[in-house]
């Protein structure tokens, strides 16, 4: 059986991904050849800073259709990186790079070559720029992608922000019956395609306890009207349910999934119960976009003391569920 490709964009030069992509590798049973894009001149320093050896194939883009690949050497589509000191403070130097290499990973989706994507960890206050709330929604707007969810994935419980960088006092305003039905159908279709089940879906409200001192209550005149729809059309839903006992073990476990109205209501939670064993997937794009569960981290460069957990899990998901 042929594999496609898992095609990797290592991000921001400035972050732990070097690090843990390498020791990613050495779990060598992926049977999907990796590609990576990156800087050559970024690999061979980081490498002589961790004082490893290992063979490095480099990939012309226009032949990539035609390349044989495993995951002996590690494979790479060159993008090159003119900054003159490689690894100091995260800062818009590095954006050009970072762009480069997204154009050239759309493109290979683009042309079917793989479906497989995983990024490294991009700083959205230098290279988007305050355009796009996150890398999420930067890749929708790069393929035209209108209906989308941001799904952090353990197979025991996911979660889903129905909001994602959003300040707090934006959120309610973003919230509507419209963006919590789309969202539960993306996720529906998710599991019944790959997972071939209907999940449970638990929705949390947006007010503590589900309840509201001001006149217009959120949860009685959003959320419970949206599940209503969903029950109709035979959606596993239920709620609205407290953020603040929803993660309790007994509650928790009787759901696949818990939808919250923000990023940290659910987020927060996920992170403690999983820490590492979590991956950011893109629902509603052409292909499965994959982030592992961190940021760039610059602090921890160079330390050597980075969990490869989260890449090892993104790599394992698609080198398993695709083909």
């Known amino acids: 059986m042929t594999y ?4 990797i964009v290592a991000g921001e030069p400035n972050s732990i991904f070097f690090e843990i992509y390498f020791k990613a590798l050495k779990h060598n049973k992926f ?12 690999i061979k320093l980081q490498m002589k800073k961790m004082r490893l050896k290992r063979k490095i194939k480099s990939i012309n883009f226009s032949e990539l259709a035609k390349c044989k690949l495993d995951n002996k050497s590690i494979n790479l589509i060159n993008v090159n990186f003119n900054q003159s000191k490689a690894f100091e403070k995260i800062s818009n130097r590095s954006n050009e790079y970072i762009s480069q290499s997204f154009n050239i990973a759309l493109n290979i989706m683009k042309k079917k070559i793989s479906n497989k994507f995983i990024n490294g960890p991009i700083s959205k206050k230098f290279f988007l720029k305050n355009k796009f709330l996150g890398i999420t929604e930067y890749l929708a707007y790069k393929t035209k992608s209108k209906n989308f969810a941001m799904l952090i994935f353990n197979k025991k419980l996911s979660v889903c922000p129905l909001t994602t960088h959003l300040p707090l006092k934006q959120v309610s305003k973003k919230i509507n019956k419209r963006i919590i039905v789309e969202k539960i159908k993306i996720i529906n279709d998710f599991f019944k395609k790959y997972f071939n089940k209907k999940p449970k879906i638990a929705i949390t409200g947006l007010n503590p306890h589900c309840e509201s001192i001001d006149r217009f209550n959120e949860d009685e005149r959003i959320v419970k009207p949206a599940i209503k729809n969903l029950l109709r059309y035979k959606y596993k839903v239920f709620g609205p349910f407290a953020a603040d006992t929803i993660f309790l073990k007994k509650n928790r476990e009787k759901y696949d999934v818990i939808v919250g109205m923000y990023h940290d209501q659910v987020l927060t939670p996920i992170k403690t119960i999983f820490e590492y064993d979590a991956i950011n997937i893109t629902l509603g794009l052409p292909f499965i976009r994959i982030s592992p569960d961190h940021g760039p981290n610059e602090k921890m460069l160079g330390k050597n003391l980075s969990s490869p957990q989260s890449l090892v899990n993104a790599l394992s998901f698609l080198d398993k569920n695709y083909g």
């Not at 999907?32 to 970024?42: C, E, Q």
């Open 4 to 7: 496609k490709p898992i095609i």
């Open 31 to 42: 049977k999907s050849p990796i590609i990576l894009i990156a800087s050559l001149k970024l």
